[in-house]
């Protein structure tokens, strides 16, 4: 039967290409997802990735019955195929067992597996893999300018899968008419065919009971499934979604060869020619970010922890319904999770503006294969992405990504990402990068924005409280016209976090500030305008745009005072002294649902050079009821240091991360963007600390990261600023068996 191994543990990496029996001493050891260099959170050189590394992992096999297989020794009985699968490796790789060249793969976003059944050996086996980091113009996104880095390593997880000889190689999964008359279809793939081979497949819900079943006898190397109508099938939709399981099993002589088990949802998904985009039948307004995969220190290596969390961060605190996957195939992780949280997807191939010869084109085409074959059983991928984003019109090359797309999966639509109007128009979206500041309409419909505001609007979070309440309002503006206007499905803005990019864009340091959050996913105000957009039934929001100085801004004082959130009123309180109660700027932004509150007429409480300044007090009513507040200290010196990770507990696997954030903050803890100090970590317990220490903190908050090692066990960290109180955090490091056992029970 099939089984799946996690192989990320017990690796060797060397920052160099070494011969393949290359001595023990010049490796040090490493867990996956690595990358092949640790960097500072800004000023990344992109030339310190890009060399050939050297990763290799002994291990033990034996061919024996599994019960005696033990956590030393892999082992697989006489028949199953084995096969390693890499879900990334940056650049190219070429990979070894056993002195043997195997295979060499190119391309760092797509997943890839390499059969070594016949090459393993019984005792100890060498794996050893040379990755290519470099930059290499044969290989996408590369051939001209990118404005992202690519990084290096094997970055993602790595496992090793035992299969029957005859198995199954896929399953496409398509629910149809889920509104009417909920039916499933399941399209299965044999790696080989012969007579006397039989299907099973059982649909299982969320609580693991079966909810329907069907059985039939194959007749070629692929088969369709085609269940009955399933009335009772619960929806997948943004606020509930629901996930089942489909198990597919191959079975011959009453025995199951093969079992593969995928995650679906009953959902259907349509841009219309109206113009809208519809879930289930029903309108959605599509209100997203596009999202790179670069973290500080660490470039794109996250474990699954952070990949999810970054999933979590757009859903609950940003309060999109779609991200973009820009510009490439993005972690099974990150996708798993918009799957369980119900947020919708666009997921594109690799590129930026540039597309090469015949040979990288082939590279690309590969990986849309492989990028649909891998995801389209996901229910939260509404579109798929066939052109190189920004790329000029190229008929021959986008009639072949189109075409391939809708054969492998006609259940969706494709979009093409370009920056300009009038293009040819091979896709069944129209997706379009506006930067006008405004909205262009195509004539082509329907009609997704798919990125706006970034470079027009680049935004520190220590700029002044002009820049970050300018860039809020744009992205503010750029939603209230995409929501007024029925031909538009919906907008994704540039982006969610600011990233690390070549010397040929952002601000010098090589970061483009364009994210609504940091490179660390804490907020700008820009966040705060996202956040403020979902329902106060969700959450309350109430956050103001505003340092609370008497001279941060041209000319002094706090006028207006801008304020994000989804109440209906906010009262301002100066001192003891009630200003008065106020309403979202509907006048401005008819189309939100929850206009920012733009207050006027606080001169008289803080201007520039005025002797009396007090605190500021702001208290938000629903329905005539006060339901949240905020204080902010009108003395702006720093109070507080504060330190939290986002997880209490890490499984002692070697990778697995937590962020620890630290901010400075006034006595109310509101962070300090201008307390530019010095913090200093200690860290007690089996744990590594990621990031820089002691770190200059500019912006008053930033963080870094702890990764668990091997050993259960509490981790204790303490920070130090002068002249403030030391303050620390302790997580729990538990052994990754029990974690298996916890997330079970979850
Ligand atoms: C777009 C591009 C993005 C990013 C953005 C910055 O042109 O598609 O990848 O560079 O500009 O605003």
């Not at 490796?89 to 760092?108: D, I, W």
């Not at 011959?252 to 259907?268: E, I, V």
């Not at 949240?628 to 240091?641: A, G, T, V, Y």
Request: proline letters at 5%; a negative charge; one cysteine or more.
């Amino acid at each position: 039967m099939r089984k799946y191994i996690l192989f990320n543990d017990n690796w060797q990496f060397a920052a160099q290409k070494l011969n393949l029996d290359a001595s023990d001493d010049l490796f040090e050891s490493i867990t996956l997802p690595h990358p092949n260099k640790i960097f500072p959170h800004h000023n990344v050189d992109n030339e310190e990735y890009q060399f050939i590394s050297t990763y290799r992992k002994k291990f033990f096999w034996r061919k024996q019955p599994e019960s005696e297989a033990s956590a030393k020794i892999y082992t697989s009985d006489d028949s199953s195929l084995v096969f390693l699968d890499f879900d990334g490796v940056m650049l190219a790789c070429t990979v070894y067992l056993n002195g043997r060249f195997l295979s060499e793969h190119v391309g760092g976003y797509a997943p890839f597996s390499v059969e070594i059944t016949n090459t393993l050996q019984e005792g100890e086996n060498i794996l050893t893999l040379h990755v290519d980091s470099r930059e290499r113009k044969d290989v996408p996104p590369y051939g001209h300018l990118v404005d992202y880095l690519t990084f290096g390593g094997i970055y993602r997880d790595v496992h090793l899968r035992l299969v029957n000889p005859i198995h199954i190689e896929n399953t496409f999964i398509q629910t149809l008419d889920v509104v009417e008359n909920p039916r499933l279809v399941c399209d299965v793939r044999l790696n080989h065919f012969k007579r006397g081979l039989s299907l099973e497949a059982i649909v299982i819900d969320a609580m693991g009971s079966e909810i329907a079943s069907i059985q039939r006898q194959v007749e070629h190397q692929t088969a369709r499934l085609e269940f009955e109508a399933l009335p009772d099938a619960a929806l997948w939709s943004i606020e509930r979604p629901t996930l089942y399981s489909l198990k597919v099993s191959l079975i011959y002589n009453n025995k199951p060869l093969d079992t593969l088990s995928s995650r679906f949802g009953f959902r259907q998904a349509e841009f219309c020619p109206d113009g809208g985009f519809y879930l289930n039948g029903e309108r959605i307004n599509l209100l997203g970010l596009n999202r790179h995969q670069t973290y500080p220190y660490i470039g794109a290596a996250a474990p699954a922890r952070l990949q999810r969390q970054d999933a979590d961060i757009l859903k609950y605190e940003l309060a999109c319904n779609i991200v973009r996957t820009s510009h490439y195939l993005q972690s099974p992780h990150f996708l798993d999770r918009c799957d369980e949280i119900g947020l919708l997807v666009f997921e594109e191939i690799t590129g930026w503006q540039h597309v090469g010869d015949e040979k990288w084109q082939a590279i690309c085409l590969a990986e849309l294969e492989t990028m649909i074959e891998r995801d389209r059983n996901r229910p939260s991928i509404v579109l798929w992405g066939v052109r190189v984003n920004e790329s000029g019109d190229n008929d021959d090359f986008y009639g072949r990504t189109n075409t391939l797309a809708h054969q492998l999966d006609p259940t969706r639509q494709t979009g093409g990402v370009r920056d300009f109007l009038g293009s040819s128009f091979l896709e069944d979206v129209y997706t379009h990068n506006d930067f006008s500041n405004g909205v262009r309409i195509p004539t082509e419909q329907p009609h997704l924005i798919t990125e706006f505001a970034g470079h027009m609007l680049p935004t520190k979070i220590w700029d002044h409280e002009e820049r970050l309440i300018e860039q809020a309002l744009l992205h503010a503006k750029i939603h209230n016209l995409q929501l007024g206007d029925e031909k538009i499905a919906g907008a994704i803005g540039w982006c969610a976090f600011d990233y690390a990019t070549h010397i040929e864009f952002g601000s010098g340091d090589r970061i483009c500030y364009h994210g609504v959050m940091d490179i660390f996913r804490l907020p700008k105000w820009a966040a705060y305008l996202y956040q403020s957009q979902q329902s106060p039934s969700k959450k309350i929001v109430l956050h103001a745009a505003t340092h609370w100085t008497m001279g941060d801004r041209n000319g002094g004082g706090n006028n207006p005072l801008t304020v994000f959130s989804n109440c209906e009123e906010i009262e301002i309180i100066i001192g003891k002294i009630s200003v008065g109660k106020f309403q979202p700027a509907f006048d401005i932004y008819p189309h939100l649902d929850h206009p920012p509150f733009i207050i006027g007429g606080l001169d008289a409480y803080s201007a520039w050079g005025q002797s009396e300044f007090y605190d500021l007090h702001l208290i938000s009513y629903l329905q005539g009821k006060p339901v949240s507040e905020q204080w902010i200290s009108s003395n702006r010196l720093p109070k507080r240091l504060e330190l939290f990770t986002d997880s209490g507990q890490l499984q002692a696997d070697g990778a697995d991360m937590t962020r620890l954030v630290f901010r400075i903050t006034d006595k109310f803890g509101n962070p300090l963007p201008y307390a530019t100090k010095v913090v200093t970590f200690e860290l007690e317990g089996d744990a590594d600390l990621i990031g820089e220490n002691p770190f200059p903190l500019i912006g008053g908050q930033a963080a870094l990261y702890i990764k668990a090692h091997h050993q259960p066990g509490t981790v204790i960290i303490r920070a130090h600023v002068p002249g403030l109180p030391s303050t620390s955090a302790a997580l729990e490091i538990i052994s990754a068996s029990d974690f298996e056992g916890q997330r079970q029970e979850r």
